[in-house]
T-cell receptor, first 115, second 111 residues
Framework: DSGVTQTPKHLITATGQRVTLRCSPR?????VYWYQQSLDQGLQFLIQ???????AKGNILERFSAQQFPDLHSELNLSSLELGDSALYFC??????????????FGPGTRLTVL | AQRVTQPEKLLSVFKGAPVELKCNYS??????LFWYVQYSRQRLQLLLR??SRESIKGFTADLNKGETSFHLKKPFAQEEDSAMYYC?????????????FGSGTQLTVLP
């Protein structure tokens, strides 16, 4: 499967902990986007990386950080977790950072539950 | 600020009936508009985008800049169309490229 992959599928942890979510983009895609989907906020953009560099930032908390590695996979780090961080975290990838028609392809998501 | 509004959280229609999922947006410029669909237990996938002016699975959507709307329509709904539908907006080339999503509409097509 050459689509976007995310690991783990599910993650259950306690408040105050730190977790790392991983995303592998589609083969050849240079951009990775992270989105958070929660019941009260809907789907919200967090951050974008393009070819290893941060490109755009959305409503990402200071407790959250991300990076994109030379092999283009990305990790989203969530620290000092709170109950309200429980959500589905999606990763998407696209071929380019800019340009009309650039399509974002989504991964299956990681469901984070903070107890 | 850019914003996408989908006024209906839930929408039920009978099989064979027409369906329209509403989407309104606010953006000071010329955005790109998209419809994404999420079938049960599957990932979000692109259904269509306004620049392509295409019809996918019988769905069409026309961008109405005067009314700032991008409603999704299908003349005859099928049971397999039952899914969550999200309208999304993106700024034009050269601006921020992230998607701004609406809150989604859960469509149920009844037999």
């Amino acid at each position: 499967d050459s689509g976007v992959t995310q690991t783990p599928k599910h993650l259950i942890t306690a408040t105050g902990q730190r977790v790392t979510l991983r995303c592998s983009p589609r083969s050849g895609d240079l951009s990775v986007y992270w989105y958070q989907q929660s019941l009260d906020q809907g789907l919200q953009f967090l951050i974008q990386y393009y070819n290893g560099e941060e490109r755009a930032k959305g409503n990402i908390l200071e407790r959250f950080s991300a990076q994109q590695f030379p092999d283009l996979h990305s990790e989203l780090n969530l620290s000092s977790l709170e109950l309200g961080d429980s959500a589905l975290y999606f990763c998407a990838s696209s071929a380019f950072s800019a340009g009309v028609g650039d399509t974002q392809y989504f991964g299956p998501g990681t469901r984070l539950t903070v107890l | 600020a850019q914003r996408v509004t989908q006024p209906e959280k839930l929408l039920s229609v009978f099989k064979g009936a027409p369906v329209e999922l509403k989407c309104n947006y606010s953006y000071s410029g010329s955005p790109e508009l998209f419809w994404y669909v999420q079938y049960s237990r599957q990932r979000l996938q692109l259904l269509l985008r306004h620049i392509s002016r295409e019809s996918i699975k019988g769905f069409t959507a026309d961008l109405n800049k005067g009314e700032t709307s991008f409603h999704l329509k299908k003349p005859f709904a099928q049971e397999e169309d039952s899914a969550m539908y999200y309208c999304a907006l993106r700024g034009p080339s050269g601006s921020a490229r992230q998607l701004t999503f609406g809150s989604g509409t859960q469509l149920t097509v009844l037999p």
